[in-house]
């Protein structure tokens, strides 16, 4: 996967989801935004709420919600392959090459058992926000930072695990074929002793691919992070607020008249934060990428 694909993934899938929670969020909550933006209320958690609910809705088990939340689920999943290319080249389309022809079952398989982790993780990360908002003092932060770290890694290790287990019953039933049947001497290896579990996690955190004879498959580590796309997606709404809270209590905001037009926090928070979340994306990416190489 070439770079510049990658970075065009990320920021076009952050761009769109900041975009249509502005399409869809209500006047109430856009004004709410506002004010938390212009340092006129200390505190983020409801807003974050509001912008959860925009995009995916309430909480419910509607045809609609778990549409979005699959389609949100599969979209993480795949912005780390893209990732997982970038950082080993070669990898991701010739797993995706190998996979859809020898495995499709395999590939629907992987996919159905990421919906129960991401899923569970967008209902965890919105019940907990809604939690310290509902206090009559500030939000706990603190305590909602410790629980939303412990759930998602816990989420993260149940996707990983469970992407594991999918592969060794495949292969239990004879559903594998040539060259695919490979990896699972891999994933024999890793589930014989509490040594080779960790050594996979560890690679599934780096995103480094299972090496086959000829072939490299991408880490499992696309469904270690699948999962975390929630805690990663509130961590950039706060970081984007926090500078945009930063530059208007600086005047930065007041002084250019081009910056008022670009980032307009009033008529268009979510559209303002979207663009301070795709250039902390950017920056981010590019200096992980320069740092690697």
């Given at each position: ?66 549409l979005r ?37 395999l590939v ?37 930072l410790v ?147």
């Amino acid at each position: 996967m070439h770079p510049l694909t990658t970075w065009l993934a990320l920021v076009g899938s952050v761009w769109a989801l900041f975009a249509l929670a502005e399409e869809h969020i209500a006047a109430p909550h856009r004004v709410q935004i506002t004010r938390w933006l212009r340092c006129q209320i200390p505190y983020w958690p409801a807003t974050f709420v509001a912008v959860c609910d925009s995009v995916f809705g309430p909480p419910t088990l509607s045809g609609a919600y778990v549409l979005r939340a699959c389609m949100a689920s599969h979209i993480a999943a795949f912005l780390v392959l893209c990732l997982s290319g970038v950082f080993y080249p070669g990898t991701s389309g010739l797993m995706l090459l190998v996979l859809f022809l020898y495995a499709p079952a395999l590939v629907g398989s992987l996919a159905l058992v990421n919906l129960l982790p991401g899923s569970l993780s967008i209902l965890v990360h919105r019940a907990l926000l809604q939690r310290v908002s509902n206090g009559q003092g500030p939000p706990r932060v603190g305590t909602w930072l410790v629980l939303a770290c412990a759930t998602t890694g816990i989420l993260a290790v149940l996707a990983c695990t469970l992407g594991f287990l999918v592969v060794f019953v495949s292969n239990r039933v004879h559903s594998l074929q040539r060259p695919v049947t490979w990896i699972i001497g891999y994933v024999e290896s890793i589930i014989k002793d509490t040594a080779g579990g960790l050594s996979a996690l560890q690679e599934a955190v780096r995103l480094q691919p299972v090496l086959m004879p000829g072939m490299a498959f991408p880490s499992f580590g696309i469904w270690l992070y699948a999962p975390c796309f929630p805690f990663v997606w509130v961590w950039l709404y706060l970081l984007s607020g926090v500078l945009i809270r930063g530059a208007t209590a600086c005047g930065l905001m007041r002084a250019s008249r081009r910056a008022q037009r670009l980032l307009d926090i009033d008529a268009r928070p979510l559209h303002t934060l979207g663009a301070v979340a795709v250039g902390v994306v950017s920056v981010v990416y590019w200096t992980a990428l320069l740092w690697r190489r």
